[in-house]
């Protein structure tokens, strides 16, 4: 080795420089030290340089590990000597230093994060030209193993803190991109690092960090996942202050750049970061809502729906969050007016086989599409409260939107129908509420359009279909119909016309093949019927049959209740027709007599008792005008064997006390004759013959099934 191989530094130099002696390696340093200032004062930038790039080059790059050392100490008196005019040497001094910040030895390392600490101190600001570089390898070093190495870091790490913040000219959007990459790290205290840079940035007045949040929110809510509780605790920290910096300057958010980063892991399984991920949204929808409403309900209902079913006391702040998350989200539909979207029924019908360019000034505010794919995958395989809201939506929704709505009713009514079987009633009733929406919108349209009523009636397409739907239902599903079938249609009577109802279920059941199935139909609907006191109205119609219209229904409905001869005659019963009741006992020899037939019988006996027939109990009086009255009772009373129902009937008919009293009794009453004027229009005759028919088929039926039993 030859001195002039290291110029300008002695061979004496060079020897101490790269000795393992710290001491020594420290003396050189000094001697380094007053030749850059002297090399300074006479302003001889050339021999600056050449020293600089012998240590730079010759000695950081060396593969002996003393050298690099010497080099990293000497670089960092270089400095220390230059002062003022080290911003002139910065990529000199401090891109060699970097470099051993990756070296294998961590003494190297060390030494390379206490010599650039020493280069920064001097140059302060004039080291930003390559803070990407800096802060790169800081990064790294916040996760070294060696704690002597971390010391050093985080002694830098502040120093540069400090310079980052009274500095004018920092670019923190250059800055950006590489914040966000580094934050997601894996590593602990990488993090750690990480989150205290943006807490520090956030920190400065002159700093907008707002206006990354699209850049940071991912990252940070990664983080917040991490199971170390420290990490966990810095981040929520940072997004607790960037949240009140959100609604403190509520103007300067990118809200639709955001919102999808909260929805995503508002979907977490842990329980801070969803919560965290929600009240964020909660906060957002409260501040941006009509802004986040077109294009992003859809995402914020995935993200709420599934938490409203949350039942533990850990989840419970997660609940209440969504649940103040969907009201509100709500209540932003509500505020929507129709008075832009709002379409005539006329424009509506044609305006479904239209462009949607055509129609593009009565588009909706909120994207209803992808809306009612959320809310109708929300109804499939989820807990009640989940289920009750959807609904709810779509009820709101049909109430605040129901000309868009109804364009969208092929997707919702089947997944609507499949929600009666749920074994809540508080889903079937909602289910039920919404179908009775859709009817009467459908109503409403038809009327609007100027086409027919028949009877004032619900004139839709979809009531037709939904009752059709129903009864399949009740055919397949014999649980649903025992369980929840009475329920169901005592709903719907309530929502909707009881009349419309029963008028519906008839006229689908007098087509009905399946002669078992009409039969327990007719049981139910007849048991509902003479039961039910939502049914009450529906019940003094046909009582009274006053009208055209009541007679028609009475027609109606008994040439499907012919499926079931106990029925029919509870029907006649009802409506005073007592003469056609004894006549459709006198058949009843003919028919099979089973114990389910006699059941009935028996049933209609109880009825018989109760408030509900109060007035034919009271028909009675008049035993000697309404013979046929007391026939048909005794008629019912030779069927029964001598059981319990046998002897409350003999018991009532033996206070009949029309052949007790004295002639002339006034309890005697007057002739009677029919007096209602459309029931004398009524053909029982053909009535009594489509009974025989109807039974009929039934013999047969039971005969080819027990022949295929058999088979």
């Known amino acids: ?201 956030h920190a400065v007045p002159d700093i907008n960090m707002i206006v990354y949040l699209p850049d940071l929110l991912d990252g940070l809510f990664t983080i917040l996942e991490d199971q170390n509780t420290e990490i966990k605790k810095m981040c929520e920290k940072v997004l607790g202050e960037f949240l009140r910096e959100v609604i403190k300057n509520p103007y300067i958010v990118d809200y639709p750049a955001t919102i999808n980063i909260l929805i995503v892991h508002s979907q977490s399984k842990d329980e801070l970061l969803q919560l965290t991920s929600i009240t964020w949204i909660k906060e957002f929808v409260s501040l941006a809502g009509n802004e986040l409403l077109q294009h992003y309900a859809s995402g914020i209902l995935t993200a709420v729906l599934p938490c409203l079913s949350y039942d533990e006391e850990g989840t419970k702040n997660i609940r209440e969050t969504s649940k103040a998350v969907n009201y509100n989200l709500m209540k932003l539909v509500t505020n929507i007016s129709e008075s832009g979207t709002k379409q005539s029924s006329t424009d509506l019908q044609n305006n479904k086989h239209q462009s949607p360019q055509k129609n593009k000034q009565d588009l909706p505010i909120i994207d209803l599409i992808s809306v009612i794919d959320v809310l109708t995958r929300n109804l499939e395989n989820t807990a009640v409260p989940t289920k009750t809201a959807v609904l709810k939506w779509i009820y709101h929704l049909h109430l605040k939107m129901p000309s868009q709505m109804f364009l969208h009713v092929d997707e919702t009514f089947p997944v609507l129908l499949k929600t009666l079987s749920d074994p809540s009633d508080e889903v079937v009733i909602l289910s039920l509420e919404v179908v009775a929406e859709i009817v009467s919108f459908s109503s409403k349209l038809k009327r609007d359009s100027g086409e027919a009523l028949k009877d004032n009636l619900i004139p839709s397409t979809y009531f037709k279909k939904f009752i059709v739907s129903l009864l399949g239902l009740f055919e397949t599903d014999k649980a649903l119909l025992e369980d929840r079938g009475s329920f169901i249609i005592r709903q719907l009577s309530v929502l909707l016309s009881a009349e419309a109802i029963y008028r519906s279920i008839s006229e689908i059941l007098l087509t009905e093949k399946n002669y078992k199935f009409a039969n327990v139909m007719v049981e139910t609907l007849s048991t509902i019927l003479l039961t039910s006191c939502e049914l009450f109205e529906l019940r003094t119609q046909l009582k009274e049959l006053a009208t055209k219209e009541s007679c028609s229904l009475f027609c109606c409905l008994y040439q499907t209740w012919a499926h079931d001869p106990v029925a029919t005659v509870a029907l006649c019963l009802l409506t005073q027709n007592y003469a056609h009741a004894c006549d459709l006992i006198r058949t009843f020899g003919h028919l099979e007599v089973t114990v389910e037939f006699l059941v009935e019988i028996d049933k209609l006996v109880q009825l018989i008792e109760s408030p509900i027939f109060t007035y034919l109990r009271l028909d009675l009086l008049d035993g000697h005008h309404n013979t046929e009255l007391v026939q048909a009772l005794y008629g019912l009373l030779m069927l029964l064997p001598q059981s319990e129902g046998f002897h409350v009937l003999q018991r009532r008919l033996n206070c009949v006390p029309s052949f007790h009293l004295p002639p002339g009794s006034k309890l005697h009453g007057k002739a009677k004759n029919e007096e209602r004027e459309f029931v004398k229009t009524i053909k029982f005759d053909e009535l009594l013959q489509h009974f025989k028919t109807v039974q009929e088929h039934h013999r047969k039926g039971k005969q080819v099934s027990k022949t295929t039993e058999l088979i």
């Open 1 to 201: 080795m030859s001195e002039k191989d290291y110029s300008p530094l002695s061979l004496a130099c060079v020897k101490s420089l790269t000795d393992k002696n710290y001491d020594k390696r420290r003396q050189a340093a000094l001697e380094i030290e007053k030749m850059a200032k002297d090399f300074a004062a006479m302003k001889n930038v050339e021999q600056i340089k050449k020293l600089l790039r012998v240590l730079g080059q010759d000695f950081t790059m060396s593969q002996m590990t003393n050298w690099r050392k010497g080099g990293i100490i000497g670089l960092a008196a270089a400095a220390m000597a230059l002062g003022k005019d080290t911003g002139n040497y910065i990529p000199e001094l401090v891109l060699p230093i970097l470099a051993c910040f990756s070296d294998s030895d961590s003494r190297v390392r060390y030494y390379a994060c206490e010599g650039l600490y020493n280069v920064t101190k001097v140059a302060r600001g004039e080291v930003l030209i390559h803070f990407h570089d800096i802060f790169n390898a800081l990064s790294k070093l916040a996760a070294d193993p060696d704690q002597n190495v971390k010391s050093g870091t985080e002694l830098l790490d502040r120093l540069l803190k400090d310079i980052v913040t009274e500095s004018v000219s920092f670019d923190l959007f250059e800055f950006m991109p590489l914040l966000r990459e580094r934050l997601y790290t894996k590593n602990a205290f990488a993090r750690q690092f990480v989150i205290s840079w943006i807490s520090i940035l």
